[in-house]
């Protein structure tokens, strides 16, 4: 069996882990994840720490590259394979997703429901956050969604209808199914801390 020469090190069940997973998937990419466990300490062994000096994960390797950060590691990715999926700078930067992302906590459900209408008039106009396509503003917001839809704030989703079909459009593509599966919801949530 042949080795992919692209090589993801760290646990799918990370959102930032899947966040690369994901992209490589849309872009179709063959690549080989190469499990690690945080229980036992994988990311602060020497080895790990000589392909990230920070001892976190995702990090790809891809010929000579190496990468760490799952936006960087994203975005090389898509430019590389798919470059058609990076959209707009605006919205494909991962600033408004870390806004987002910070506003999935139970002391900030108000400014998550201001930055959800925020989508919601931008889903109005468009099927996709950059637009008519699919793009990496769209897939950032994968991993961290499907951990949040599991709670009982799933329903300030549901109650917008595009941010709604926008989700739902978006789990239900090919790549999101896949990379779901390494990430069973109720088992872990979203981490409060992120890259």
């Not at 959102?15 to 872009?27: I, T, Y």
């Not at 002391?107 to 008039?121: G, Q, R, S």
Request: glycine fraction near 6%.
């Amino acid at each position: 069996m042949a080795t992919s020469a692209v090589k993801v090190y760290g646990w799918a069940i990370s959102p930032f882990v899947s966040r690369a997973l994901l992209a490589l998937e849309e872009a179709g990419v063959d690549y080989e994840l190469v499990p690690m466990s945080r229980q036992a300490g994988d990311h602060h062994r020497p080895e790990h720490l000589a392909r990230n000096p920070f001892g976190k994960v995702p990090v790809l390797e891809d010929g000579d590259l190496t990468l760490f950060e799952s936006h960087a590691i994203a975005r090389h990715v898509l430019r590389k394979h798919k470059p058609e999926l990076l959209g707009t700078a605006t919205w494909s930067s991962g600033t408004l997703v870390d806004v987002w992302f910070e506003a999935v906590v139970d002391e900030n459900v108000e400014k998550l429901k201001k930055v959800l209408e925020v989508y919601e008039a931008r889903l109005s106009k468009s099927k996709y956050l950059a637009g008519d396509f699919l793009s990496l503003a769209d897939l950032s917001h994968f991993t961290i969604m499907h951990c949040f839809m599991a709670t009982e704030y799933a329903a300030l989703v549901e109650a917008l209808p595009h941010v709604s079909a926008w989700w739902e459009g978006l789990a239900a593509r090919p790549a999101a199914k896949k990379v779901a599966e390494f990430m069973p919801v109720g088992t872990a949530g979203a981490s409060k801390k992120h890259e």
